[in-house]
């Protein structure tokens, strides 16, 4: 059973960079699609980025141009570059990981759809 630890999470102005990442307990590569949620208080979890095995990837429309998803299977190992951050980013970011590919999970994420979590990281931007 693989285990997921986020890092990288922290408290930041408006403007700054952060870079998270998910390290998988094992072979991340045979989890073919990959995604990092995020969660406010009161609020259902929201998919912020997705990748597959292939490569594609997509963003939530409030992220797009400002946050880069990657995924390094040698280091079992997923990212989620952040630039620019608004407050409206602050929320726990989580990563989750399914077996299948993510086929319609690309257009609309679903975090039912993915059978392990880490245990998020909290960002805050003021």
């Known amino acids: 059973h693989v285990q997921l630890v986020e890092s990288g999470g922290g408290s930041v102005q408006a403007g700054s960079s952060l870079r998270l990442s998910c390290l998988a307990s094992?072979?991340?590569?045979?989890?073919?699609?990959a995604s990092w949620f995020r969660q406010t208080s009161g609020k259902e979890r929201e998919g912020v980025a997705i990748?597959?095995?292939?490569?594609?990837?997509n963003y939530a429309d409030s992220v797009k141009g400002r946050f880069t998803i990657s995924k390094d299977n040698a280091k079992n190992a997923l990212h989620l570059q952040m630039n620019s951050l608004k407050s409206e980013d602050t929320g726990t970011y989580y990563c989750?990981?399914?077996?299948?590919?993510?086929?319609?999970?690309?257009?609309?994420?679903?975090?039912?759809?993915?059978?392990?979590w880490g245990r998020g990281t909290q960002v805050t931007v003021s």
């Open positions: 990748i597959d095995s292939d490569g594609s990837t």
């Open positions: 989750a990981v399914r077996g299948g590919r993510c086929r319609w999970l690309l257009i609309g994420n679903d975090p039912v759809e993915y059978d392990t």
């Open positions: 094992g072979d991340i590569s045979r989890f073919n699609c």
